[in-house]
């Protein structure tokens, strides 16, 4: 069976970093699109960033090039590194991951993504 758990969340404070990782187990086999998710309190969960098994990134606009999506293919782990982080950046960050081919980059869509993580806490204090 498919696990994906998250790590590295934690307190910080404005401008700070973290990083996040998000280790697969169950399967042998690199997953074809991988993802970072955030749910922020009181809002709905929307797409950070994306790769797929090719180390092809996808980001949302918001992120501004403070983030930096990566995976070691040979620990199946998929990291998130998270620079310059903001108040507005607190939120539960959540691992995904599909094997189902595709073309392009991997959407910041959450019906792309079949298995997900349990979340790991960010909180950004201003």
């Known amino acids: 069976q498919v696990q994906l758990v998250e790590s590295g969340g934690g307190s910080v404070q404005a401008g700070g970093s973290l990083r996040l990782s998000c280790a697969v187990s169950?399967?042998?086999?690199?997953?074809?699109?991988m993802g970072w998710f955030r749910q922020a309190p009181g809002k709905e969960r929307e797409g950070v960033a994306t790769?797929?098994?090719?180390?092809?990134?996808r980001y949302a606009d918001s992120m501004n090039g403070r983030f930096t999506i990566s995976q070691d293919n040979a620990k199946n782990t998929l990291y998130l590194q998270m620079t310059s982080l903001k108040p507005e950046d607190t939120g539960v960050y959540y691992c995904?991951?599909?094997?189902?081919?595709?073309?392009?980059?991997?959407?910041?869509?959450?019906?792309?993504?079949?298995?997900w993580g349990q979340g790991t806490q960010v909180t950004v204090s201003s």
């Open positions: 790769i797929d098994k090719y180390g092809k990134a």
């Open positions: 995904a991951a599909d094997w189902t081919l595709g073309t392009g980059s991997c959407p910041l869509i959450q019906a792309r993504f079949r298995y």
């Open positions: 169950g399967t042998t086999y690199v997953s074809y699109c």
